[in-house]
Structure formats: C-alpha cells, structure tokens
C-alpha cells in the first residue's frame, strides 16, 4: 500500500484563524479523501479532493469552511477556515488507488481550537 | 444516502475466546465492506474487506461474512489476544462512488 503522511500531526490554534492540513502520498493516486473524527466518534467523510478540480463536498461541509486543493495525483490540502472550539478534532486523508477497492488513511492531523 | 449501524458499541472478551461485530447498511447498491481496525491514537488500519460477490472471507484468526439479502455483515475474530483491544470500524461504498460510509463503531477489549 502507498506510504501517506500528514502534516502538521497535531496543532492548537485560536478560535478565528485558519489551518492548511497537507497530505503526502508516494505513488500517484486516483482518489484522495479528507474525513473528520471527533473526539470518541466515528469517520465522516468531508469530501472528495478532485485533481484539476473543485472538490465534492458531502451534505453539511462547504467549501467555504473547508477550502481543499488537489494539484496533482500525490498532494492534497485540506483548509479549516474560521475555526471554532468545534472544529477540535482529528482529520485524515485517504487514499484509493485506480484498480484497487482498498482505501488506506494518512496518521491524521489533531487539531485543537482555543 | 447510505446508512451504516454497527453493534454493539463495546465488547469485552476473555482471552482465547471469540469476538463478533455485527453490521447493517441500507443501500443495496454498496458492494464493497471493509473493516478498519483503530488503535488509541492511530490511524484506521485496513484489516479484512469483502465484496458483495462473496459470502465469507477468511484471514487467519479475523473472517467476514456478509449477507445480502438480509443487508448485514459480520467480523468474527477468533482466539483473541490482547492485541486485539482497539476499537473497530465497519464501513460501506458503491463501487463507482467509492465513498465510505462508517458505522459508530466497537470497542473491543480483550481481558487477559
């Protein structure tokens, strides 16, 4: 499976300011998601990052409030805009490849917000 | 869209006996089952899928069985170690979509 790494693993930011969460993968990759996991809680998709275009965002996201970007089949960047203490959670990526059903996740970033 | 209930939500087990997780999803369109294991502040680590042409799959001590008519699948994890502890995600996509959706969840605790 591809070797995916995420950056920055953790941070505490202030209420009203924004995060940029990256995301690393060392082969090209067809799929690249972004999931939220509150504390003590399951997986929610956000959304689906597009290469070349605007990401797919699941009912109850927008891009607003999370920008993400997709240059190419190995990087993607995840934004949390405006945070609030409800923002506090872990995010993820991952990532499917083109013939493959397997999903695998990135370590995920911690964020708390002040 | 697809809904995912998992159950139960904790499990204790002795060591050396077996463990069953139990799932259901609503959409008969998902074809494709993967379960996650979690450790305490790591990443979901892929453990076992199925595909909905199959009805059982095996991996050493970890099987999944899947029912389609009935829209449920299963975990089963036998003779298990105290490794085992975590908590387990079952999850479900349309192939084409491939988009997971989660259930809530087990924590599965293993008592030496």
């Known amino acids: 499976s591809a070797v995916i790494s995420q950056k920055p693993s953790r941070d505490i930011c202030q209420r009203g300011t924004s995060l940029t969460i990256q995301c690393q993968v060392d082969?090209?990759?067809?799929?690249m998601f972004w999931y939220r996991q509150q504390p003590g809680q399951s997986l929610t998709l956000i959304a689906t990052?597009?290469?070349?275009?605007?990401?797919?965002?699941e009912s109850g996201f927008v891009i607003d409030k999370f920008p993400i970007s997709r240059p190419n089949l190995t990087f993607s960047t995840l934004t949390v805009s405006n945070m609030s203490p409800e923002d506090s959670s872990i995010y993820l990526c991952?990532?499917?490849?083109?013939?493959?059903?397997?999903?695998?996740f990135g370590p995920g970033t911690r964020l708390t917000v002040t | 869209g697809e809904n995912v209930e998992q159950h139960p939500s904790t499990l204790s087990v002795q060591e050396g006996d077996s463990a069953v997780i139990k799932c259901t999803y609503s959409?008969?369109?998902?074809?494709?089952f993967p379960w996650y294991k979690q450790e305490l502040g790591k990443r979901p680590q892929l453990i076992i899928d199925?595909?909905?042409?199959?009805g059982e799959k095996k991996d050493q001590r970890i099987a999944v069985t899947l029912n389609k008519t009935a829209k449920h699948f299963s975990l089963h994890i036998t003779e298990t170690q105290p490794e085992d502890s975590a908590v387990y995600f079952c999850?479900?996509?349309?192939?084409?979509?491939?988009?997971?959706?989660f259930g809530t969840g087990t924590r599965l605790t293993i008592i030496p």
């Open positions: 991952s990532v499917k490849g083109d013939r493959a059903y397997e999903q695998y």
């Open positions: 082969s090209q990759v067809t799929m």
């Open positions: 990052a597009n290469q070349g275009s605007e990401a797919t965002y």
């Open positions: 959409d008969s369109a998902s074809n494709y």
């Open positions: 199925i595909r909905s042409n199959v």
């Open positions: 999850a479900a996509s349309i192939r084409g979509n491939e988009k997971l959706t």
